[in-house]
């Protein structure tokens, strides 16, 4: 077999297409493989609307990347002719091995695609040896043409939720799809708030779903959310998310620590050992550091206190047990929290939840728990992890939806 043949065989070429001639530059570091991809002098080309065979009208040359052949980098170079069909006039004939527009060639994209999959976009560009700038644009393109095929027919729990792309930075508005167990993404945009709201609702009825169909929407306490929940989505019951009860009392916790370490010293470790689940292992120092809070009566103390009680209130079995600690947890709480400027953050926190209680206890009976929610933070570290050096918002929100989309990214011309 000649080696024109065993390359035309690797890129799949069909006729009049050919390898003309193939040549290895040694003279550039890395070493470049040249393939020139051409057809017999007149060959007949598919007219790209119709197929129908027609005579080529001129030609102009273009040049693709490859994957690399050992440490050769390989291009391929075709001139491309533009066609005179009977029906559709001057058309360019579109090579078969690239996708329109693109520069490299599809394998290499496939490649890229699965890669991608598997380690951060900026170790494929190392890898690959492309700007990470030019491997976006594939990643981008696959991503988007995946979603806009997405089908939201049956949909009809929601949750949502927001985090910043970097550190407190460029936040973007996460949409799930509660019915799903595995990759639950349906919708990612920058910006928190209505504006993301507004744009969902576009998106789904794109997407064949509609808005009225959606009866259970589960997010956080935001006002602004909340509001614009309950217009845009006139069916639906709204659920205030556990994981953001948590985080609140959690947040004021941290809070009455901060005031109080401003007036006297609070002891070695304080922060950690407060901050940490009762279930996950604190280190003898913050075990030592919490015992001594409780014992001088600190209000850190107290306000951990608080904290703590709300897992006993989570685990009632039913809608009446979790009615019935929640009266207990706010008497006590109150008591707890009671006449200390210190903990003036937990009465915060508490009239918070007060205000939003018919949406918490609705997780009671909801048929959606709350566990997927939280696992929106790993979902949310792996994104960026993985879009480590990404360069901007659309380039994380493109990776939320390769690791957590229902999509199948399929490089096809
Ligand atoms: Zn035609």
């Not at 595995?182 to 794109?206: M, N, Q, S, Y």
Request: with cysteine; glycine share 4%; charged share 25%.
């Amino acid at each position: 077999m000649l080696a024109e043949q065993i390359f035309a065989l690797g890129l799949g070429l069909t006729p009049p297409w050919k390898v003309m001639s193939q040549r290895l530059d040694t003279e550039h570091t890395p070493t470049k493989l040249h393939l020139e991809i051409g057809a017999d002098r007149g060959a007949l080309y598919p007219c790209p609307e119709c197929g129908t065979a027609c005579k080529a009208h001129d030609f102009k040359e273009y040049t693709w990347r490859h994957l690399n052949f050992f440490q050769h980098h390989c291009y391929l170079t075709a001139r491309l002719p533009r066609i005179n069909c009977p029906e559709h006039g001057i058309r360019r004939v579109q090579a078969p091995w690239a996708r329109e527009g693109s520069r490299f060639t599809l394998l290499f994209e496939q490649v890229v695609m699965s890669l991608v999959r598997e380690m951060p976009v900026n170790a494929v560009a190392r890898h690959v040896e492309v700007t990470d700038k030019r491997l976006w644009r594939i990643v981008r393109h696959d991503v988007s043409k995946a979603i806009a095929a997405l089908d939201l027919k049956s949909l009809k729990a929601i949750g949502l939720d927001e985090t910043a792309s970097k550190r407190g930075h460029n936040y973007i508005t996460v949409f799930i799809d509660l019915d799903r167990s595995d990759k639950p993404v349906i919708f990612a945009t920058p910006g928190k708030g209505k504006d993301c709201l507004t744009k969902f609702c576009a998106f789904i009825e794109a997407h064949e779903g509609r808005p009225e169909n959606i009866v259970e929407v589960v997010c956080d306490m935001s006002p602004a959310f909340l509001s614009a929940v309950e217009q845009e989505f006139k069916s639906a019951s709204v659920t205030v998310d556990w994981f953001h009860v948590v985080q609140l009392f959690t947040k004021a916790v941290d809070d009455v620590r901060k005031l109080e370490a401003r007036q006297t010293k609070l002891p070695d470790h304080t922060r950690w050992a407060v901050l940490k689940g009762a279930e996950k292992e604190r280190t003898q120092h913050q075990e030592n550091a919490l015992l001594e809070l409780v014992e001088q009566g600190f209000a850190t103390a107290k306000a951990y206190r608080v904290k703590e009680l709300l897992r006993w209130v989570r685990r009632a079995e039913s809608k009446q047990a979790a009615k019935w600690r929640i009266t207990h947890f706010l008497k006590h709480a109150a008591e707890y929290a009671a006449n200390c400027p210190l903990l003036e953050p937990v009465r915060s926190a508490l009239a918070s939840f007060e205000r939003h209680l018919p949406r918490i206890l609705h997780r009671w009976h909801s048929l959606h728990t709350n566990a997927r929610l939280e696992g929106y933070n790993g979902l949310f570290q792996a994104a960026r992890a993985r879009a480590r050096g990404y360069r901007n918002v659309e380039n994380f929100i493109t990776m939320v939806y390769l690791i957590a989309a229902p999509i199948q990214v399929l490089v096809t011309s």
